[in-house]
């Protein structure tokens, strides 16, 4: 299978942004049969066409939620109490989350795209872009969001989106 590049993202992305964020508003609100299912079905494919380490796109552009938990591991690695790492590195957002400062991120090797604190990251970097973890009708609003920076969230809907349109989500979900 061929690998889906940062370049070819970009492309496709000013193609079909429109139709993709309309299918998800759509299935939000009526989410077809068994698309959960078929989410969980899908995930491991798009993680065979998509390679994060040619991307970092979301270390780039986006920011993490930090934890509490996230704030007193990350600071004792570095030796530094959770308010020193706080003042140096985060900010609160509008909703009072904990958030980088900067980006791209601090913790991000811009040489080779990985994250120098791999290990004890964020929670929120690790299960990112969470393209399975909850219902479609739960997600679609952040898969709608995260469109816009992740090509492995492109990649999902695109699959889910020709399945559904196709009428082959059933011959899919029942192989
Ligand atoms: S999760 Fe998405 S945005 Fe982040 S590196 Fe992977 S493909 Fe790129
Ligand atoms: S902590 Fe690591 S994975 Fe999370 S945004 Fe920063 S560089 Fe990326």
Redesign the pocket.
């Known amino acids: 299978m061929l690998p889906f590049t940062?370049r070819s993202y970009k492309r496709k992305l000013t193609l079909y942004r429109k139709s993709f964020r309309k299918f998800l508003f759509v299935t939000e609100k009526e989410p077809p049969r068994g698309i959960n299912q078929l989410s969980k079905l899908t995930e491991p494919e798009v993680w065979k066409e998509?390679?994060?380490?040619t991307?970092?796109?979301?270390?780039k552009k986006?920011t993490p939620t930090f934890t509490q938990q996230d704030l007193k591991r990350i600071a004792a690695h570095f030796n530094q109490t959770p308010e020193a790492f706080k003042k140096k590195w985060l900010k609160k957002d509008r909703s009072g989350d904990l958030v980088n400062k900067n980006q791209p991120c601090q913790f991000l090797n811009l040489e080779d795209?990985k994250c120098s604190i791999y290990e004890i990251r964020p929670v929120d970097c690790s299960g990112?872009?969470h393209l399975s973890k909850r219902t479609w009708s739960d997600y679609a609003y952040i898969h709608r969001q995260?469109l816009d920076?992740?090509?492995?969230?492109f990649k999902m809907v695109e699959k889910i989106k020709l399945l559904v349109e196709s009428g082959n989500a059933d011959k899919k979900r029942a192989k």
């Open positions: 940062f998509v390679d994060c380490l991307c970092a796109n979301c270390c986006m795209n990112f872009p995260n920076y992740c090509p492995a969230t």
